[in-house]
């Protein structure tokens, strides 16, 4: 089950036909946030994506209402940018048990397989597998006896 935010982003690309889901894509890609000051200082504490072939990174908050995600990616790669800001948006205030239950491959249901490559398929697999990765740290983290 995907959480609430992320599941009406998947409807919308969802009712979309052909290029309408790459016009939405690169919408998204527009809205990726910039860093927060308090991380552009710190850039290598991100936590690069190597299996994505556009250079990545990643850094996931966590507050009492739950997960926000920060990413950097460069403006030359809108598809990727537009995939991370989706994960951003639709995973912003998600618990970590909701990140970890996430399916790995929901892009299949926005049906991105439609208008980007094999290539980015991999690399928008890999962006949710470093958002699981992070989800499981925090769960240990907030699992471990004080």
Not at 9 to 34: H, M, N, W
Not at 58 to 74: D, L, R, S, T
Not at 87 to 96: D, F, Q, V
Request: aromatic share 6%; charged share 20%; glycine share 4%.
């Amino acid at each position: 089950m995907l959480p609430q935010r992320l599941a009406e982003i998947v409807e919308d690309f969802r009712l979309c036909q052909g290029r309408e889901k790459l016009e939405l894509l690169l919408q998204y890609a527009e809205s990726l946030p910039t860093l927060p000051d308090h991380l552009k200082e710190h850039l290598n504490e991100m936590e690069a994506v190597p299996e994505c072939m556009t250079p990545v990174s990643v850094m996931a908050e966590w507050q009492e209402n739950g997960a926000i995600f920060h990413f950097a990616v460069p403006a030359e790669s809108p598809t990727v940018r537009g995939y991370a800001a989706i994960i951003a948006e639709g995973l912003r205030g998600a618990t970590p048990e909701e990140i970890l239950n996430l399916p790995s491959d929901f892009y299949i249901a926005m049906g991105l397989q439609d208008v980007v490559t094999s290539q980015r398929l991999n690399g928008m697999a890999a962006i949710v597998a470093h958002v699981k990765r992070l989800a499981l740290v925090r769960l240990e983290q907030m699992n471990k006896p004080s």
